[in-house]
Every structure is written in C-alpha cells, then in structure tokens.
C-alpha cells in the first residue's frame, strides 16, 4: 500500500489540476481506504484495497462524467483530509475537535474549489499529494510540516508551469 501512496502523491502533487479526474481517483482511493479500515478494521488487506480502488474508480468516473457536481465533493473531501491533517499534527488526539476541523475544512474546500477552481485544486492537490508522500515516507516525523511544505512549493510551481504552458498553446 506505501508505493500505491506514493504513486497516488506523486500524480496529484504534479498532476492534480491537469488531470482533475486523476486526482479526484487518489483522492477517492485515500478516503475509501480510511472508510476501510475504519469500519472493517479485522478485514484481510485485499479487501480494504478493493474498497479502496472501488471508491477511487468511482471517484475517478464522477469526476470525469460529472465535473461540476466532483469539484464540490472533492473540495470538500480535500479540505477535511487537510483540515484533519492538521489538526492531528497539533493535537494528536483531538477528540470532538476533529469533526469541527472536517467539517470547517471541508466546506471551505468546497466554497474554494467552487469559486477558485484551478488554483484551488493547484494548492490543494499540491498539498494533498505531498502529505501523502511524506505520510507515506516519514510517518510521525518531526521534520514532516516541512517536507510537506517544500514538496507543496514543488507542486505547486510544476503545476503553474504547465497551466502557463498549455494557456500558451491556445
């Protein structure tokens, strides 16, 4: 599962905003593996991954067909997970605060991917993609904020390269 993480960082970190329906595919991936193991914690390994790309290919498909309707799911989605994130890294055992951490993030991904769309999903992709590395790498790391922040920084300039690129082309 850690090169699968890896992968999924490395596409959404580099490619989120370009390939939108990638990205929404990791993001899927991620947060149908947390269902997994949440509420079928004694399930084999191979059923958590089949959950976990099920929810990722269905993630994948919406996006693609559906966008509109996937940049709201997906803000949110984007939003709780760093929201959480965070907070974890500050309070590691956060309690009730972590539903208030997803829901605020969540809906102010949400209202920033609604209204900002491209470098909303730029910086959060980035962001996204390098928690998921450095997650994957480093887990519970004290150097990890900064490895989070430097590989974003990475992101994000590759992906405003290519939006500048591809906007040339036109």
Do not use: K
Not at 2 to 24: D, H, K, M, P, S
Not at 31 to 42: D, E, L, P, R, W
Not at 108 to 118: A, C, K, M, T
Not at 153 to 161: A, E, K, T, W
């Amino acid at each position: 599962m850690t090169l699968a993480t890896i992968l999924g960082g490395a596409c959404a970190l580099l490619f989120g905003r370009q390939l939108f329906w990638l990205f929404v595919g990791v993001l899927g991936f991620v947060v149908g593996s947390h269902i997994a193991t949440t509420f079928y914690a004694n399930a084999s390994p191979s059923v958590t991954i089949a959950i976990a790309a099920v929810a990722g290919l269905a993630g994948a498909v919406l996006a693609y067909g559906l966008q509109e309707v996937m940049i709201a799911v997906a803000g949110f989605a984007a939003g709780s997970y760093i929201a959480s994130n965070v907070l974890l890294s500050v309070i590691p055992f956060p309690g009730r605060e972590l539903w208030l951490a997803l829901l605020l993030g969540g809906f102010g991904g949400l209202v920033l991917f609604s209204f900002l769309f491209d470098w909303a999903v730029i910086v959060m992709s980035s962001i996204f993609g390098a928690g998921l590395i450095v997650g994957a790498l480093a887990p519970g790391s004290s150097g990890a904020p900064l490895a989070i922040l430097g590989l974003a920084l990475i992101g994000i300039v590759s992906q405003v390269r290519a939006r500048r690129r591809s906007a040339a082309r036109r």
